[in-house]
């Protein structure tokens, strides 16, 4: 009957303990020295989204193998005997853990980890942030009314190339000198002409962009030059001032200068060189002091050796030479041009609209030849023309693009077993890029635990092992 007693007092001693860590509003999770979990509270559940019923008992190293957890701050207590705090990202939560190891005669008995929910302040802080942005994009705008052709000069990017190329891009902004940027069409040649001048000296003066190819080339010199009155017939009586005049104390973005006619070339030389101009039909040299940028979808090098462009004009636009890798080379940057133009569009329509993740994956595996202009285009019509908030499958091969990436799929396997093989494709190529799991979940945007669930499931190796 005694020990009967005794056994009733300790249970009733277990739950008064266990009913007291239920109480607090933090999460209290125990293990002891072998990793194994004794205690786990009400609040632990409620952040971590997991059931004490189910791990209590459990090997916590077990846990981190099986992807349950991505790492465990009680194992690393265990190991290094020492006190450990981290914060981390579990549940889409910002979470302070914090592991307290229990010491009885020098012998490690236990481990104790508190757990915080940080979500509130780091929402806070977003919004911070947001305010912070919205004051500078306000004041961005009043400051730039005067300027021609206004685009967003925010360059969106997560990859390696363009953050190299936005930090030379700043660099080479505070100089004068001439800069030739290459890409395909679409890159956004444009965008970085305009962020290179709004991050320079001549931020104040104005942005004036010519598309070489869109005027025709008897108009073309007197668009840049200006003319003088009477100059041709149905030239204005008063004259005109050209465009490279205007950009005087500016930047002048000469867009596909490959198109520029050969007698053209020879007067932008004298612009580069002299800093003078003249206005068809005149004969006085106006001085300008304007910085030229030139972009190209062309090898100009190769019109050069065919005698199409001036091999000095060449070296002169190209003292800084900059490429704008294709999408399709930048793969890291399609996720946050997305999250970004979604945002813009659903501001703009007063929009709720998201992608799903099988969406997304689609858009991802799609080469972009338009590059972001069609990656842009795209979700605007996505965004329009999806009938419910969720953007899904459906949607996406409703347009052109689907219909190219319909074209791909093995029409003998079903549509699951399509999408399957896609997200196979798609993880493995992300493996292949990278030297470890950290970053394969930095490149991809995914949790670890979710990774190794993921690659468990398409049956792909996840310990990545680089020579």
């Known amino acids: 009957m005694a020990s ?10 277990l739950s ?9 509003d933090i999460g209290v999770h125990i293990v002891d020295a072998n990793g194994i979990t004794v205690l786990y509270n009400k609040t632990c559940e409620e952040i971590e989204g997991i059931e004490s019923s189910w791990i209590v008992g459990k090997d916590m190293s077990i846990l981190v193998s099986d ?35 229990i010491f009885e005669d020098s012998k490690l008995t236990n481990v104790v980890v508190t757990v915080m929910d940080m979500t509130s302040l780091e929402n806070m802080k977003i919004q911070l942030n947001d305010l912070r942005n919205t004051n500078v994009m306000m004041q961005r705008e009043l400051n ?14 997560k990859s390696n190339k363009m953050e190299r190329i936005k930090n030379l891009a700043l660099r080479v902004a505070k100089v004068d000198s001439t800069i030739l940027i290459e890409g395909d069409s679409g890159v956004g040649k444009g965008l970085l002409s305009k962020f290179i001048h709004e991050n320079s000296n001549r931020k104040s003066g104005p942005f004036i962009k010519v598309d070489c190819s869109s005027l025709p ?15 041709f017939t149905g ?15 500016g930047t002048l973005f000469l867009d596909e200068i490959g198109e520029l006619p050969m007698k053209l070339q020879v007067k932008l030389l004298s612009v580069i060189q002299d800093k003078v101009i003249q206005k068809v039909g005149g004969t006085k040299n106006i001085q300008v002091d304007t910085r030229i940028i030139a972009a190209t979808n062309k090898n100009l090098l190769a019109m050069v050796q065919t005698g199409e462009f001036r091999m000095d004009l060449y070296y002169r636009l190209r003292v800084v030479p900059i490429r704008i890798p294709s999408l399709r080379e930048r793969k890291e940057d399609i996720v946050p041009l997305i999250e970004m133009f979604l945002e813009r569009l659903n501001n703009h329509y007063n929009y709720k609209k998201v992608i799903s993740s099988k969406a997304l994956k689609l858009l991802l595996n799609y080469d972009w030849p338009g590059n972001v202009r069609e990656l842009e285009n795209e979700i605007e019509r996505l965004v329009v023309t999806s009938e419910t908030e969720l953007i899904d499958i459906d949607d996406i091969f409703n347009g052109e693009i689907g219909h190219k990436l ?5 029409e003998s396997k079903t549509f699951k077993e399509n999408v399957y093989n896609y997200e196979r494709i798609l993880l493995k190529d992300y493996i292949n890029k990278v030297n470890n799991i950290h970053e394969l979940s930095e490149k991809t ?16 190796d996840i310990n990545i092992k680089k020579k």
């Open 16 to 24: 008064l303990i266990k009913d007291l860590f239920d109480s607090l």
């Open 406 to 410: 319909s074209s791909k799929l093995d």
């Open 67 to 101: 992807g349950v957890y991505s790492e465990s701050i009680a194992l690393e207590v265990i190991e290094n005997r020492e006190k450990v705090a981290k914060t981390q990202r579990v549940n889409n939560k910002y979470i302070f853990s914090k592991g307290v190891p």
């Open 235 to 249: 030239a204005k009586k008063e004259g005109k001032i050209g465009l490279i005049q205007l950009s005087n104390k």
């Open 217 to 231: 080339e008897t108009l073309i010199e007197a668009e840049l030059f200006g003319y003088e009155e009477g100059a």
């Open 4 to 13: 009967s007693n005794l056994k009733l007092n300790e249970y009733l001693k």
């Open 144 to 157: 730039i009314l005067n300027k021609l052709d206004r685009q967003y000069d925010a360059i969106v990017s």
């Open 445 to 460: 945007g995914l949790e670890v635990s979710t990774l190794r669930k993921k690659a468990k499931r398409l049956g792909l």
